[in-house]
Every structure is written in structure tokens, then in C-alpha cells.
């Protein structure tokens, strides 16, 4: 069954710290890995994707990383500022061309406290 | 260049009641995807449409129902509304290719009482 399993369910840290977010997924066959950042009250917004070949890919204060032996992805935020606290969604598409599924993970729900 | 937009923001229906949701893709996108996104959860797929047919979709029972128009606009139905079908209604667009990233509207908050 595809499945993709995030942790942790939620945090809180305190601006300026690190943190890194977790993403186990068991989909097959792969063909790539985005994270997206939802606002509350707004719709989630692509970060980043991973394809098969890609171990390490930044945008910013985020880097993504991807492990496609272990089936293991973590988003890492550096220097976190306020406007970090959001949910966070892994979303893995299954599939070899045409319209492939997409299986979303339940999201981490980050906090960022001044 | 406008996003994807939805309306309307917020509704609210009494259970057994019907409800339709709309939803204009981002200039340039064929293909528009409905996600329900219950309170601390992460979106569940509902249906995809593309060339104004039904392309693939979730588990979602025969109450949910959907539409694509030429200008690939969309509608999403609910018949005999649940209570359980208060949700967040995202609907996402997307341009061709493997690796194009969905474009979610803000969604449309159902509260049914």
C-alpha cells in the first residue's frame, strides 16, 4: 500500500533555532518527492521536489534531502524565522508518466515562537 | 496573472443538503485536481479532470461529483451532505509534465450542521 508517513505530528521552537522535518514514504514505483508549505487558512505551496537522482536540493533557508535507498526524506529549515510556522506536506507521486497519483502525508505542524 | 481561485470562501448547509464549489485554474493549466483536507490533516484526493473528463479518483463515495468546462473550470458536487463532510475543499491546478508542481487555490471552508 502507498503510504507516507511524516514526523514529527507537530513542533514548536523558537525563532532563530533549526529544525528538520521527517518523511518515510512506501511508494512504488517512485518518480518524485515535493514539499509544500500550507499558511492557515491558505492552500499548501510547493517548496521544493526531489526526483530519483537528487540527494540534496535548497531553496533558501530550506534544504530538502532525499535518500531513495532508505525511502527517507527531511526538510531542514535554518535560522527559523516567525513567518516559518505553517504546516508542512510530503507529497510522493507514484507512477511512470501519464497522470500520476499523488499520496499526501498528514503534515507537520510547525510553530515558531519570538 | 491570477492563481487558481475559489469560491465561494466559506458556506455553510444543513445535513441532506446539496452544495457546489468552484474553481478557476491558473492561466495555462489543463488539469484540476479537488483534495478535502479535514482540521489537522493533510489533504485527501478526491477526483482530477482533464479534458472535461474524470480522470482518476479517491476513495470517495458517488456523493461527490465533479465537472470540467471547456475553459477548464470546475465544479465540485455534494449531494446529501454528511456532517462529516465538513472539510476544507482545496482545488489544485497543473500545467503538463511529470514534474509540475500543483497550484492550490485558498479552498472553500464546508461547515455542515
Request: proline content about 4%; charged content about 15%.
Amino acid at each position: 500500500k502507498n503510504q507516507v508517513e511524516q514526523s514529527p505530528q507537530s513542533l514548536i521552537i523558537l525563532e532563530g533555532k533549526n529544525c528538520t522535518l521527517q518523511c518515510n514514504y512506501t511508494v512504488s514505483p517512485f518518480s518524485n518527492l515535493r514539499w509544500y508549505k500550507q499558511d492557515t487558512g491558505r492552500g499548501p505551496v510547493s517548496l521544493t521536489i526531489m526526483t530519483f537522482s537528487e540527494n540534496t536540493k535548497s531553496n533558501g533557508r530550506y534544504t530538502a534531502t532525499l535518500d531513495a535507498d532508505t525511502k527517507q526524506s527531511s526538510l531542514h529549515i535554518t535560522a527559523s524565522q516567525l513567518s516559518d510556522s505553517a504546516s508542512y506536506i510530503c507529497v510522493v507521486s507514484a507512477g511512470r508518466g501519464g497522470y500520476n497519483k499523488l499520496i499526501f502525508g498528514a503534515g507537520t505542524r510547525l510553530a515558531v515562537h519570538p | 496573472d491570477a492563481g487558481v481561485t475559489q469560491s465561494p470562501t466559506h458556506l455553510i448547509k444543513t445535513r441532506g443538503q446539496q452544495v457546489t464549489l468552484r474553481c478557476s485554474p491558473k492561466s495555462g493549466h489543463d488539469t484540476v485536481s479537488w483534495y478535502q483536507q479535514a482540521l489537522g490533516q493533510g489533504p485527501q484526493f478526491i477526483f482530477q479532470y482533464y479534458e472535461e473528463e474524470e480522470r482518476q479518483r479517491g476513495n470517495f463515495p458517488d456523493r461527490f461529483s465533479g465537472h470540467q468546462y471547456p475553459n477548464y473550470s470546475s465544479e465540485l458536487n455534494v449531494n446529501a451532505l454528511l456532517l462529516g463532510d465538513s472539510a476544507l475543499y482545496l482545488c489544485a491546478s497543473r500545467a503538463r509534465g511529470l514534474n509540475s508542481p500543483l497550484h492550490f487555490g485558498n479552498g472553500t471552508r464546508l461547515t455542515v450542521t
